[in-house]
């Protein structure tokens, strides 16, 4: 009995300590963003003296922080809604269709998963030049697509194995259509695996820097949360006081989707992995 309580205790101290150590990195962001630079740069790890929310003001309008979150909105909105649609479509029709076209297809959606971004970087810089979509909305949204359309698949169709024949043949026998079988009897089915490919993809779009630094570029018409806060990082000084309550403003809105969203993660990535 002893040993099974020194065991549990044992347990419960290491989940204590993992937990601090993913909170660790809010903590210092939260804690930081209303301090002085002065303060930051004396002892980042203690609260703060005197709390300045007026950081958060000065990032409002400095940043112009509404039209880069409209600008973040957008961009992740219409590219994980193309992401889910596509890979949901295809994700059907390789399963549904194992043509050998549709295997060497699956195949090489797969294969595009290894292969890392900053080996095609400077093509893809060169590909946008000239196809015209550098500095533009649709031209990044296609972006997004194209890299992020691989993994989703890959979920999508492990995922809709799992979904019974049998449903699919019931409603076209009662004289459902192709397309009404797919958006009325499965796509409905696809919950889990949706909400798991709209949180990784979302986290990733809304947060990333390196593509929108590629493809938007200069025009600062469709800058993103991301791009707007290394305004405060230059070559000879870094305003952190800044930058972090910058930081803390652009992750709030992406939490709160994760929060809402997260309890579906486990069940879709299960289910689209090894169910496939």
Not at 12 to 36: E, G
Not at 103 to 132: D, G, H, N, Y
């Amino acid at each position: 009995m002893t040993a099974s309580r020194s065991r549990l205790w044992a347990v419960a101290a290491a989940a204590i300590l993992l937990a601090l150590l993913f909170i660790a990195p809010f903590y210092f962001v939260l804690v930081n963003s209303v301090k002085a630079l002065g303060e930051i740069m004396v002892d980042a790890a203690s609260l703060p003296d005197k709390y300045l929310f007026s950081n958060y003001s000065k990032v409002w309008d400095i940043i112009k922080f509404p039209k880069a979150l409209l600008n973040s909105v957008l961009i992740t909105g219409i590219s994980v809604t193309g992401i889910v649609i596509i890979s949901a479509m295809t994700g059907y029709r390789l399963v549904r269709k194992p043509t050998v076209f549709n295997k060497i297809l699956f195949t090489a959606f797969i294969s595009a998963m290894i292969i890392p971004f900053q080996s095609v970087m400077l093509q893809l810089v060169r590909v946008t030049s000239f196809l015209e979509l550098r500095a533009n909305l649709f031209g990044i949204v296609i972006c997004y697509l194209g890299f992020g359309l691989s993994l989703s698949v890959f979920l999508f169709h492990g995922f809709i194995k799992s979904v019974p024949l049998e449903i699919e043949e019931a409603a076209v026998v009662d004289g459902c259509s192709p397309y009404g079988v797919f958006w009325k009897i499965v796509f409905p089915l696809l919950r889990p695996i949706i909400v798991t490919v709209i949180i990784l993809n979302g986290l990733w779009i809304w947060n990333d820097y390196l593509l929108p630094v590629l493809i938007i570029g200069s025009n600062k018409d469709l800058t993103t949360i991301p791009l707007a806060i290394t305004r405060f990082f230059g070559q000879y000084t870094k305003q952190w006081d800044l930058a972090l309550a910058g930081l803390t403003m652009g992750i709030t809105p992406i939490i709160i989707m994760f929060l809402m969203l997260q309890k579906h993660i486990i069940e879709g990535i299960s289910s689209g992995s090894l169910k496939g």
